[in-house]
């Protein structure tokens, strides 16, 4: 079983096989597979708790409904192992609160039905066998909440949400890794020691002393790029703030509905615990610098109730009786990559020195994305089999992120 403790100077571990640094979901799902695969693993989170930057700010859905074939290969065997998380984990009976309560693309747009079907036909080629498209009449059939205007969608029911809470804490609970909270990683020290000879890192530093290691995984979320510049590495990330807004609950919000999203505002809601999160992402919203308080818009819920009316008119009477302590914003980041897929893998400038970052959508993602490191480093998987390696913009592999709702046109 995996141990959380803040370390003393004293009980600062110091070798590890790997060290991951960044306690987030994808940092903890990394940390379990590699204690799997038999490394003696460490995980750095600088926080004083396990998932409390940007994977405490999801709405914790999870859809096979990706047309980028890269992605769909990280989503499938994530949600399998959600699915199985119990198993997987290998501890009995234990609970995310998994909801196959569906996601739904909806658009009143002529000009994107014929997007809805080219999706759906791209999930069919990716292997995504059970999503559906939908037109108007049975849209408004099997979603009477939708506006007359709703024109075609398209639709899972296996989509849904969890618990990144107890997701993450499961991750460690099942891992036999140590995962040391309050501990900033501050430096990474690199020399040529290590196997070939080739330069390499040789030990991660912390306020408490330094661990030694010749594996080092970044998974440090909008923070990926200084830790980066740690080992001297440039990564190409941009950080981009995201609110989304809890609305306390009200009888007005069907609470059966799907995650239901507004794909030509990129505006969406689900229902939550009686109440919803409803959110937009805002296209024109700058890159910034990595935050760990981020600024809220005051007129943000406002903006973002306005688009959802559009499609979904039961809005409009909550949005008018709303009170102040009905509305609860909250904002995290988003950490695009050039083309919007993630980096998972080794830098070819320093041995040891993997990645597991730029994520929009890392919840989902995170127990193949960390399943995928080990695999690399374990040596089972080539970086070459890797469509996500980081080297694949310096060789010149093209993708296109195509994805409804990352918030990139
Ligand atoms: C509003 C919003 C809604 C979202 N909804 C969804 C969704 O429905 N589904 C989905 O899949 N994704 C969603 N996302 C995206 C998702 O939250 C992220 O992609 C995911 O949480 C990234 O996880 P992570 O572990 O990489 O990052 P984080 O959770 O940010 O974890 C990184 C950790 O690294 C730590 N760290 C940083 N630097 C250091 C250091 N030097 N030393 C030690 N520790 C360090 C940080 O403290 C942090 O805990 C949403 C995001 C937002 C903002």
Redesign the pocket.
């Known amino acids: 079983m995996g141990s959380i403790f803040t370390p003393t100077i004293e009980t600062l571990p110091k070798t590890a096989d790997a060290v991951v ?8 799902a990394t940390a379990f597979w590699l204690s799997r695969a038999g490394l003696d693993t460490v995980l ?4 004083d708790g ?13 859809r096979a409904q990706f047309t980028e074939p890269a992605m769909a290969e990280l989503a499938l065997p994530s949600i399998e192992v959600f699915e199985h998380f119990a198993e997987v984990t290998g501890i009995e009976g234990y609970d995310i609160s998994l909801r196959h309560q569906g996601y739904l693309f909806v658009t009143d747009q002529p000009e994107m039905v014929d997007d809805m079907r080219a999706a759906v036909e791209k999930h069919r080629q990716l292997g995504v066998t059970d999503s559906e498209f939908l037109g108007h009449d049975e849209l408004l059939a099997r979603f009477p909440y939708l506006s007359e205007k709703a024109l075609a969608a398209t639709f899972r029911q296996q989509d849904g ?1 969890l618990s ?1 809470h107890e997701a993450t804490q499961g991750f460690a609970k099942g891992s036999q890794a140590q995962f040391l909270l309050s ?4 430096g990474i020290q690199l020399d040529s020691g290590g196997s070939g000879g080739a330069w390499g890192v040789s030990a991660v530093e912390t306020p408490l002393g330094s661990i030694s290691t010749r594996t080092v995984v970044n ?5 990926a790029g ?2 980066g510049k740690m080992a001297g590495v440039e990564l190409p990330l941009e950080a981009v703030r ?3 807004v809890f609305i306390s609950p009200r009888p007005e919000i069907p609470a059966d509905a799907p995650l239901t999203i507004d794909v030509a505002q990129d505006a969406y809601w689900r229902p939550e615990t009686g109440g919803a999160y409803i ?1 937009w992402v805002d296209p024109d919203e700058p890159a910034g610098e990595p935050k ?1 308080e981020l600024p809220l818009d005051w007129d943000y819920p406002a903006i973002v109730l306005d688009k959802l009316v559009a499609l979904n008119p039961f809005w409009e009477g909550i949005a008018d009786s709303l009170r102040g302590e009905d509305v609860h914003p909250s ?5 695009y990559t050039p083309d919007d897929q993630p980096l998972i893998g080794p830098l070819s400038d320093v041995a040891g020195f993997y990645v ?2 730029g ?8 127990p193949e994305a960390g399943r995928r490191i080990t695999r690399l480093v374990t040596g089972e998987m080539q970086p070459e089999e890797n469509a996500l390696r980081p080297t694949r913009y310096a060789e010149g592999v093209v993708y296109e992120g195509d994805s409804f709702l990352r918030g990139r046109h």
Do not use: D, H
């Open positions: 640094i960044g306690g987030g979901i994808v940092g903890v750095l989170e600088m926080r396990l998932s409390t930057l940007t994977t405490a700010q999801s709405i914790e859905c999870f949400w990144t501990t900033p990683a501050t998974a440090a979320g909008p923070f200084v830790v995201r609110q989304k959110a760990e904002a995290g980041q988003y950490v597991n970052c994520y929009w959508a890392g919840v989902m993602l995170s």
